[in-house]
């Protein structure tokens, strides 16, 4: 894809795998629930991705924006959604939500010039 989305995905992918080797069964149950929670259910994947996002924006986590972002991108939303979305994070989380907008604009352009 892009340099910033290429580099995202090895170091979350590595540190992952690295975290896996001396996870305790605890820690696997959290990841796992993490994962099942973004299954098809009586929302769709797509409407799941898009609250993950607004809520890791409002939280001002990069690393889960950007996540959400590659998964949103995946699941089919467009650029006038993502600028809802990029709206509805803004209001609740207010100005201090705006560094992490523009990374998420930034790394959303990437995502798209694919």
Do not use: Q
Request: glycine share 6%.
């Amino acid at each position: 894809m892009g340099k910033l989305t290429d580099e995202f995905d090895a170091y979350r992918t590595k540190m992952n795998d690295r975290i896996m080797e001396t996870a305790n069964t605890n820690i696997k149950r959290f990841f796992a629930l993490d994962t099942t929670s973004y299954a098809e259910g009586a929302l769709d994947v797509k409407t799941k991705e898009m609250l993950g996002l607004v809520a890791s924006m409002v939280l001002r986590c990069d690393d889960c924006i950007k996540y959400h972002l590659g998964k949103c991108h995946e699941a089919g939303v467009n650029s006038d959604e993502m600028n809802e979305i990029f709206m509805i994070a803004n209001l609740v989380g207010g100005s201090i939500v705006i560094p992490h907008y523009r990374r998420a604009v930034e790394y959303w352009d990437e995502l798209n010039e694919a």
